[in-house]
């Protein structure tokens, strides 16, 4: 079946550094991919997606890369600010009914 | 998001007591689904609904039975809780109203403990 692997944490960072998640998957086709974040004690919330391979998502100075090449899904942010600090969840659309692979979170902790 | 509500938001019972958390959206969406989340796991689907009265298991179904008999609510139930159900559950939305139809939108959870 569909898989999500993504870089365990806590990832801890100063304000203004630059940021990588990294996050890979395995699945049949070229699957929707998404980053969802969720804040302390909130649900989650999409940050960005990409829905076809070659497309860069972006939202909030965070993006990510589609790339089928290497089955990956980077989440990036030239400089992290400690707002920023949440768990970061890797996802990919199955198809079908529209169910979401998630991989298991990152948590960021940026600090100023 | 303000239009998926979750009920109750915390709640705790004792093992082998039956358990139903509601939730209840108002945009419309054709699909809902029930997680749950705990350290070192991510999110796990329990069950989904693709319309009323349809439903299917997810990856961790065991233990939990679901119903949806009107477009809005989506109940889930634990008939006989217990202690391994101890988790914070998440309910999700996707597929109508003015929203993009693959994203998923998310409840703001309820933690469920089980002593």
């Known amino acids: 079946g569909n898989s999500v692997t993504q870089m365990e944490g806590p990832v801890t960072l100063s304000e203004e550094a630059f940021l990588t998640i990294n996050c890979t998957y395995t699945?049949?086709?070229?699957?929707?991919l998404f980053w969802y974040v969720q804040y302390p004690g909130e649900g989650l919330q999409l940050l960005l997606k990409?829905?076809?391979?070659?497309d860069k998502g972006s939202n909030k100075g965070f993006e990510a890369t589609y790339r089928k090449e290497t089955t990956s899904f980077h989440l990036e942010k030239g400089s992290v600010q400690v707002s920023d600090s949440a768990v970061y969840f890797c996802?990919?659309?199955?198809?079908?009914?529209?169910?979401?692979?998630f991989g298991k979170g990152t948590m960021l902790l940026v600090s100023p | 998001d303000a239009g998926i509500t979750q009920s109750p938001r915390h709640k705790v019972t004792e093992t082998g007591t039956p358990v139903t958390l509601r939730c209840h959206q108002t945009?419309?969406?054709?699909?809902m689904y029930w997680y749950r989340q705990d350290p070192g796991h991510g999110l796990r689907l329990i069950h989904y609904?693709?319309?009323?009265?349809?439903?299917d298991k997810g990856e961790v179904s065991d233990g939990y039975s679901v119903s949806r008999s009107k477009t809005e609510d989506f109940l889930l139930t634990l008939e006989s809780a217990t202690s391994s159900q101890t988790s914070v559950y998440f309910c999700?939305?996707?597929?109508?109203?003015?929203?993009?139809?693959?994203?998923?939108?998310f409840g703001p959870g309820t933690r469920l403990t089980v002593l």
């Open positions: 945009e419309n969406h054709r699909y």
């Open positions: 990409a829905t076809k391979a070659d």
């Open positions: 999700a939305i996707s597929g109508g109203g003015d929203r993009v139809k693959d994203t998923q939108y």
């Open positions: 609904s693709y319309g009323v009265k349809d439903t």
């Open positions: 699945a049949t086709g070229y699957p929707s």
């Open positions: 996802a990919l659309l199955n198809s079908g009914y529209s169910t979401l692979t």
